[in-house]
């Protein structure tokens, strides 16, 4: 069993980063690794340049992404851990892909819609593109399962159709189709000031946020100031339908601790906020304080993470060279 799964390089990461994110990162190493399989991430540096980045600010997001997936608990000696523009395999499989991918295929996938709109003339041809390179992401290394989320099931079916359509042209068995890697339902967490809206660094409100790199007072301070209701909590989730932000701190909760949300309140109906959210806070603190302090000293060493990607790309393109020749022969070339 081989995962390969890849991450968008963003700054100021958060606690739905980390939740609904990299902790399953986490989790799936460990759990693949019980299964004699094997983990390879990536940061997805090629596919944020879809879309103009700033180049000091993608550069520092990289190493910032690398420095929290290991603050969080990848493991770079169990774990492939690459940035994907370190390992050219990437684009030269993309490549060849985008000759054997179709217009219409692209043409149909719904991100695509949505992330172009109305500006299709204006959007790059890489952003048109990406889903092939998402392909080759995973083709280049006999992928046999790949995480994804509702909205990336297309995606991977595409992949799959490339794939077939690859080995049917050229009558070889090169590429592995990949399955989906259905891990349990990743957490969506509010912000803090709004339960309808997603927690996220675009907010102009830090209060919004928990971020992974705030202090235990921030920590506390935030969830106090949290939005929520004068009711106690119920003792069944359902009954938490249409208080949103109540449902928020939950959910975090259960989250933090692994268990279901009706699990939770079972331990906590008939208290209110007064006393719920110091609780939350002090779960919150201890999760996010460990995370902080490792953070800060990898923040502080940008050596280490680069050795750190420069020994897993060697070990991602010693994987990918034969698949990545198999297709050259292939093609005659
Ligand atoms: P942001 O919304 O802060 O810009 P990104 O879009 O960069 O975050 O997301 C990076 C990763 O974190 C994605 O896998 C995304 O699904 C996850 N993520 C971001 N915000 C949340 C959230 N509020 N709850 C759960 N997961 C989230
Ligand atoms: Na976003």
């Known amino acids: 069993m081989r995962v390969v799964s890849g991450i968008q390089p963003t700054g100021n990461l958060h606690l739905g980063n980390y939740l609904g994110a990299i902790r399953r990162w986490a989790t799936m190493q460990d759990s693949i690794e019980g299964e004699g399989g094997e983990c390879i991430f990536f940061l997805a540096d090629l596919h944020a340049i879809t879309v103009f980045n700033d180049p000091a600010e993608l550069r520092a997001n990289v190493n910032g992404m690398a420095a929290a997936l290991i603050a969080c608990g990848i493991d770079p000696d169990r774990s492939i851990l690459f940035n994907q523009a370190r390992v050219p395999a990437h684009a030269e499989l993309a490549w060849i892909l985008n000759c054997t991918a179709r217009m219409g295929w692209l043409g149909r996938m719904t991100q695509w819609k949505d992330k172009a709109g109305k500006n299709r003339e204006g959007a790059s041809v ?3 593109a990406y889903p092939v390179l998402q392909a080759a992401d995973v083709l280049l290394y006999q992928a046999t399962h790949v995480p994804v989320g509702e909205d990336q099931k297309q995606h991977l079916e595409l992949a799959r159709d490339i794939a077939t359509k690859f080995n049917t042209d050229y009558g070889v068995e090169l590429f592995t189709l990949p399955e989906p890697h259905i ?3 990743a957490a969506r967490i509010m912000s803090l000031r709004d339960g309808s ?3 996220s660094k675009s907010d102009p409100s830090d209060m919004s946020r928990i971020n992974l790199t705030d202090d235990d007072d921030a920590i506390v301070q935030k969830i106090r100031k949290a939005k929520t209701d004068p009711a106690p909590l119920p003792d069944s989730w359902d ?9 928020n701190l939950v959910a975090i909760y259960a989250a933090l601790t692994d268990r279901t949300p009706q699990s939770v309140l079972e331990d906590h109906a008939g208290q209110g906020f007064g006393a719920f959210k110091p609780a939350l806070a002090e779960l ?8 902080r302090s490792r953070l800060a000293a990898f923040s502080a060493d940008p050596a280490a993470i680069d050795a750190i990607l420069a020994k897993g790309s060697a070990r991602a393109a010693d994987i990918a060279a034969p698949t990545l020749a ?7 070339l």
């Not at 938490?240 to 109540?246: G, Y």
């Not at 603190?285 to 460990?290: E, F, K, R, S």
């Not at 198999?326 to 005659?332: D, H, S």
């Open 126 to 128: 890489g952003l048109f």
């Open 183 to 185: 891990g349990k339902d």
């Open 197 to 199: 809206a997603k927690m």
């Open 239 to 247: 009954e938490l339908a249409d208080r949103p932000e109540a449902r």
């Open 284 to 291: 919150l603190v201890q999760t996010i304080a460990p995370i």
């Open 326 to 332: 198999g297709a050259y022969q292939a093609l005659g």
